[in-house]
């Protein structure tokens, strides 16, 4: 009688065996629908046997297998494994986390509700002729002449015949026809430009690796056209009729990269499974992935457990954005997932960056990855921005602006050239506070202040997104005089409206971009000149291009110089340079001013000379010293209670039952940096060790013993290669 294994999304580390007639060795890597307690639920078959460890009177019958799509392959099951002992996470909800939500339920998937985009003729199925179709084809015939009047939907091929359908698989392989959105059906493919020399360079270094496991550090300056070595290496992949996988960060990019892509392979299938796609799309390019039809496979963290029966090549653009690490459930991080799915498939990886983690530099350093280097911008002329330091001890700002700075703004008005002011916060003012007592509005879930937002009349928490009325006198005191303290992209904007009444001034935060088609108006105004000056939070620094754009203004940046974070520095150099990094990208030389008390600051110093190996070597030598990542491996057990008192005894209660090994070291229990958190206290353990396998060994051990623990209050998690703390 054949057993069937399920992995289901429960939270303990067993597998479940089921009662299966009709299953076989098939099977592995298909949904099975089974009871669960008084319930169903769905899994992933990862074994098929005839034994079990279950008394054959307690063990059940499944309900069902699901057979309409293709089993998920081997590699990819071992990549769930992986992921699953290096996260110690359970199999069955890392398997059915990274699934596609309409795969997750108890019902089978009807094909015909996914997204069906119309079909058109390609460039080569341009060039065919009725001569080439046998006339007694009639039916392809009449296909062809219809394609070559318009483009069809599949129902309209239907209407030419009922049996016109059967050859579209055929003609799609032929690559005579390919199935793209109306949208793009009219996209003018774009030419290629002339490679520059270092761009020559890298592509050719990659190239001689295609076949090969090697992680690529392509460490390009912004505007370096780290884009057109992508598309080139995926040109590459797809003369061998490979799948390229690109992961980019969480933010507003995908449009602007698909365009780009689609533009320059109109004929080639892409899947865009970004975070913003709804379940039937998400699914839709799912299938065509692990059909090997999508050859493109453009989409954020997630991504990167789709099938991808012909992998050839993966892309992680911006690999050291903090978005590639999941904060919650199954903390894993993206990127170094797509490493071990390029070394399964013994392919080659790029990561590019402009500022690569420290992690990543300091593999590169030491021979582990392959490093390339790009200095200078690809366009003719666009020189690296010059960057100043605006000493707000000498120069005391007015409403957070200082006058040299002002200056710049009138100039750049005057040229007819936009320019940006970047403060990384939203809102009016962080603080609301009483001038009398000194009391301050917070939030009552977190352990942080409430933002003013002026417009709206309220004050909100922007990590639970708690928001109430402005009160309208100091609760402590009584005090009607309270008042906003610093300043939030709202304030900005006013004091620049008040002092360039003329200018046409944009706000770009979350706040303004909520709404739908925000992003594209946005860019559109931009790109067509009509704004003047722009002001917004790290939303605009990454990897949006701005022609025009020729002065860029840094307001606040000194909070993070000083941070208890150990990665404060390496992000807010990240972010300066990717800000920095927005003027002068074309024809227009740029320039930047930061306004800071400590323009002597190493940090800023570096900026200044664009000198990012400068900076990674300061801060690997204060990381050494300090023995924090690259060169310790580190995990956190993380806790959460209503109290932090519950907290930090069951972190104390953990850290009993660790067993103690000389190569790896483990902390005190503590309170999180944010203790409170949406109405939950949280506190962690660290463990440290200079060996990952040793960190792996303990965790594992740790781990079984910890799920031992009774039922408590208190909500764990482990959490490996940790960002925030
Ligand atoms: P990065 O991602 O490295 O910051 P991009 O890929 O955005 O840089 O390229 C910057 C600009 O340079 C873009 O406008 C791009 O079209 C242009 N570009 C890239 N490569 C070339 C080239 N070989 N010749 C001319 N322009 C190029
Ligand atoms: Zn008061
Ligand atoms: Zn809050």
């Known amino acids: 009688m054949p057993i069937i294994r399920v992995a289901l999304n429960v939270p303990v580390d067993t597998l479940f065996d089921y009662q299966a007639d009709d299953a076989s060795d098939r099977d592995i890597g298909l949904r099975a629908c089974v009871p669960f307690g008084n319930k169903r639920a769905t899994g992933i078959i990862i074994a098929v046997g005839t034994e079990t460890a279950v008394p054959i009177e307690k063990l059940k019958s499944a309900h069902g297998i699901f057979r309409e799509i293709a089993p998920l392959a081997p590699v990819l099951l071992a990549l769930f494994q992986f992921c699953s002992q290096y996260y110690h996470h359970p199999l069955g909800m890392v398997v059915m986390n990274s699934l596609p939500a309409l795969l997750r339920n108890n019902k089978s998937i009807k094909l015909n509700h996914t997204v069906q985009h119309p079909y058109s003729l390609t460039e080569l199925g341009r060039q065919i002729t009725a001569e080439h179709i046998p006339s007694r084809h009639r039916i392809a015939r009449r296909l062809l002449v219809a394609f070559q009047a318009s483009v069809l939907t599949f129902h309209q091929i239907k209407q030419i015949s009922p049996r016109a359908p059967k050859l579209l698989p055929e003609w799609l392989q032929s690559g005579w026809i390919v199935e793209r959105p109306l949208e793009l059906t009219t996209v003018t493919k774009t030419h290629k430009p002339l490679l520059t020399v270092e761009q020559a360079g890298a592509v050719a270094a990659i190239a001689a690796g295609l076949g090969r496991f090697d992680v690529w550090l392509l460490h390009g300056v912004t505007g370096s056209g780290k884009t057109e070595i992508y598309l080139r290496l995926i040109e590459l992949a797809l003369a061998q009729s490979k799948q390229t996988l690109v992961l980019i960060p969480e933010i507003n990019l995908t449009p602007q990269l698909e365009t780009v892509f689609r533009a320059r392979f109109p004929d080639i299938l892409l899947a865009n499974l970004h975070s913003g796609r709804n379940d039937t799309e998400r699914l839709t390019g799912w299938l065509k992935a692990q059909r090997g039809e999508a050859k493109i496979i453009l989409g954020t963290r997630l991504a990167v457990f789709t099938p991808l029966p012909d992998l050839g090549l993966v892309i992680v653009d911006e690999e050291h954005d903090g978005s590639f690490k999941q904060q919650d459930g199954l903390r894993y991080s993206a990127r170094d997932l797509a490493i071990f799915r390029a070394r399964q498939m013994a392919i080659p990886v790029v990561l590019g960056s402009a500022t690569p983690s420290l992690e990543s530099y300091f593999n590169a350093i030491n021979g582990r990855y392959q490093h390339i280097r790009l200095a200078s911008r690809a366009m003719q002329n666009a020189a690296l921005p010059t960057v100043h330091c605006i000493d707000t001890r000498i120069h005391k700002s007015r409403d957070g602006l200082t006058e040299p700075l002002m200056k710049a703004l009138d100039q750049c008005l005057e040229n007819k050239q936009q ?307």
């Open 419 to 725: 320019s940006l002011v970047f403060i990384n916060r939203r809102g009016y003012a962080p603080v609301l506070l009483c001038k009398s007592c000194g009391w301050t509005a917070i939030c009552q879930r977190c352990s942080s202040r409430l933002v003013v937002h002026l417009r709206d009349q309220k004050l909100s928490c922007h990590h639970c997104g708690h928001q109430e009325r402005f009160p309208r006198a100091c609760p402590q005191c009584g005090n009607q005089d309270i008042e906003p303290f610093g300043h939030g992209t709202q304030r900005v904007e006013d004091t620049l409206v008040k002092h360039f009444p003329s200018a046409r001034i944009l706000r770009i935060d979350r706040d303004s971009t909520r709404r739908k088609n925000a992003w594209h108006d946005i860019l559109h105004a931009i790109h067509t000149q009509q704004v003047d000056i722009l002001v917004g939070t790290q939303l605009l620094a990454k990897g949006h291009d701005f022609p025009n754009l020729s002065l860029v203004g840094i307001l606040n940046a000194d909070s993070s110089l000083y941070s208890t974070d150990f990665r404060a520095s390496e992000r807010l150099f990240a972010q300066l340079m990717q800000v920095a990094g927005r003027a002068g990208r074309a024809n227009i030389p740029g320039h930047v001013m930061i306004q800071t008390e400590f323009p002597d600051h190493s940090l800023y110093q570096a900026l200044q000379r664009h000198d990012y190996d400068a900076l990674a070597q300061t801060l690997l030598a204060e990381r050494k010293t300090a023995g924090f990542p690259p060169y310790v491996y580190q995990a956190l057990l993380r806790a959460e209670a209503h109290d932090i008192r519950a907290v930090l005894d069951f972190l104390d209660q953990a850290k009993q039952l660790a067993q103690s090994l000389e190569t790896v070291e483990l902390f005190d229990p503590v309170p999180a940096h944010m203790v409170r958190l949406k109405g939950l206290e949280r506190g962690h353990v660290l463990v440290q060790s200079a060996s990952r396998k040793h960190l792996q060994a303990f965790l594992t051990g740790w781990h079984a013993k910890l799920m031992t623990l009774p039922g408590q209050k208190v909500r764990w998690v482990l959490d490996v290669d940790p960002l925030e703390f």
